[in-house]
């Protein structure tokens, strides 16, 4: 491309803003007035303790190395909701 050519491009620019925000007006409204944020967030919570019950000693040991290098929350950090 030329210098002709480059300086002739025309900025162009969008806010996204507005768009955002009726994005997520739609999605809350489409969740309904029935919907308890609470109780998904503790339904999460439930789901992550489920999925890492039960393990056996090696799985167990995996499970703790990706904890402690950062990978996966611990029991505390990151969760959905408190107990």
Known sequence: MS?????ALVPFSIDL??????RRAVVVAA???AWDPV?????????????HS????????TYDRLVAAGV????DQGRAAAH
């Open 31 to 33: 969740l309904g007035p």
């Open 39 to 51: 109780a998904a967030l503790r339904g999460e919570d439930e789901a992550y303790a489920l999925l």
């Open 17 to 22: 803003t507005f768009v955002e925000a009726r």
């Open 72 to 75: 996966l929350p611990g029991e």
């Open 54 to 61: 039960g393990l056996d000693a090696e799985q167990q040991r």
């Open 3 to 7: 210098q002709d050519q480059h300086t």
